[in-house]
């Protein structure tokens, strides 16, 4: 794996992150309407506002581990609700992973998503099938590692991780809520996708928009 995502390739992701995100806080807000209480769209926004502002300026050979530590304790402050210590514990957990420094592999992108995806289901104690984010995240993760065991190229990693992200969030449509607030509508929580589980799907899109299109693909 030659291609080497820098901290400022990860700095342009996350700040398509935000932007994504921002465009589709209404999507959002309807999303938790129906099966939650509003607010996701308010908090994301809200936490993505605070997280653009944080990078605004780029710190000059900022190491990644520090990088996405400065993300998940803005996260962690600016989302609130259920998401923000759960979007942080995503980005905590993802700065404990291996770096080269300043950068890292297609390999150590996968380790950050996995790392970050097992920190935030020991926070959550979420599984498969509860209809949260980790039915986004952990096909995407899954997806990822299989792509990379069988040698493809970054791209068809990133595209990999995209699409499975995709269906996931779909799936979330069909299943009945075991966590969270949408869980206190049982049954009558199925037909209606999740809105945390669409919020992720952002993130692993923008990573395959960002990351294939600066050279890592
Ligand atoms: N235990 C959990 N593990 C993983 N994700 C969860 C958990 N509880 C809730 N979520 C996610 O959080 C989302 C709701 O976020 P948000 O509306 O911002 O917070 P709140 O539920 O406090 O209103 C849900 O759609 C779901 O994806
Ligand atoms: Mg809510």
């Known amino acids: 794996m030659g291609q080497e995502i820098t901290t400022s390739q990860l700095r342009k992701w996350l700040l398509a992150y935000a932007a994504r995100i921002i465009e589709n806080e209404a999507h959002l807000t309807k999303l938790d309407t129906a099966i939650g209480d509003a607010d996701h769209g308010v908090n ?45 514990t995503f980005f905590l957990r993802a700065a404990t992973s291996p770096t080269n420094g300043s950068s890292i592999d297609l390999v150590q992108l996968t380790q950050m998503f996995r790392y970050g995806l ?46 499975a992200a995709h269906l996931g ?12 607030r949408a869980s206190y509508l049982g049954p009558h929580s199925i037909g209606h996708q999740d ?9 692993f899109e923008t990573a395959a928009e960002v990351f294939t299109k600066t050279g890592a693909g």
């Open 44 to 88: 994301m926004r809200r936490g993505m506002s605070k997280l653009k502002e944080r990078l605004k300026e780029e710190k000059q050979s900022e190491d990644v581990s520090s990088f996405l530590r400065s993300v998940a304790m803005t996260l962690i402050s600016g989302i609130g609700g259920a998401a923000g210590p759960l979007y942080g």
């Open 169 to 180: 969030m779909k799936h979330t449509i069909e299943i009945e809520a075991r966590k969270g």
């Open 118 to 163: 097992d920190g935030l289901q020991q926070r959550g104690k979420a599984q498969a099938d509860d209809k949260t984010m980790i039915d986004t995240m952990q096909p995407a993760v899954e997806a990822m590692e299989a792509a990379l065991a069988a040698h493809q190229s970054p791209a068809v990693i990133l595209a990999a991780a995209r699409q």
């Open 195 to 203: 809105p945390g589980a669409t919020s992720a799907y952002f993130l």
